[in-house]
């Protein structure tokens, strides 16, 4: 009878533990959050198949469309104007941006990211009939080394890039991950 009281107060602790390891995965989401809606990832995670543009999330000019496989309808792709990098300044502070295969999610997988409460957006990345099918450890991939991703910090003109460094955005994607994925409460 000795050794119940002892085992109980480590499997007491072992709770407190992954209770405490949750709740900073679930911090950590907070971060994820922040950066999926800014606008340099909401403007092409979003429900309807109209990309938004600028930091105000405004209707893109010339009634751009998503198109079936995320790259533009027929006739406006989205690299007749989107290049491979950023068009220099002399192009003028809203010149098209651009970074490699510039596109948005595809018709049946939208990933909309745009007006989803935290829970939400959550539940999106985890499951991968929403996500583009990836696994956990893609999505760290994806996030930390996608070009496309990667042009939300550097993204030209006088667009904002994202507010949190990519390096803090990386880290708290891998946190959330490494703990288990665990969703805020709302």
């Known amino acids: ?3 119940r009281a002892p085992t109980i107060a480590l499997a007491a602790c072992a709770s ?6 949750q709740g900073q995965a679930v911090r950590a ?3 994820v959050r922040e950066v ?3 606008p340099r990832c909401q403007n092409c995670h979003i429900p309807g198949n109209a990309p938004l543009q600028h930091d105000q999330g405004l209707p893109h000019a010339m009634n751009v469309q998503r198109g ?3 790259r533009g309808a027929a006739a406006m792709n989205c690299s007749s104007c989107h290049q491979t990098r950023n068009l220099p300044a002399e192009y003028g502070a809203n010149a098209p941006p651009g970074a490699p295969n510039w596109h948005l999610p595809p018709e049946n997988m939208k990933m909309v990211f ?5 829970a939400e957006l959550c539940r999106v990345l985890k499951d991968p009939k929403r996500n583009g099918g990836k696994s956990p450890e893609q999505l760290v991939k994806h996030v930390a080394e ?4 990667l042009w939300g910090w550097e993204p030209g003109g006088s667009r904002a890039p994202v507010s949190v460094p990519h390096a803090q955005f990386v880290g708290a994607f891998k946190d959330w991950v490494s703990g ?3 969703c805020p409460a709302r």
């Open 180 to 182: 288990g994925m665990p």
């Open 68 to 70: 079936r496989d995320g």
């Open 29 to 31: 989401f907070e971060t």
């Open 114 to 118: 745009i007006n989803l409460p935290a």
């Open 1 to 3: 009878m000795t050794l």
């Open 146 to 149: 996608d070009k496309l991703v």
């Open 16 to 21: 407190i533990a992954a209770f405490s390891a």
């Open 36 to 38: 999926l809606q800014h």
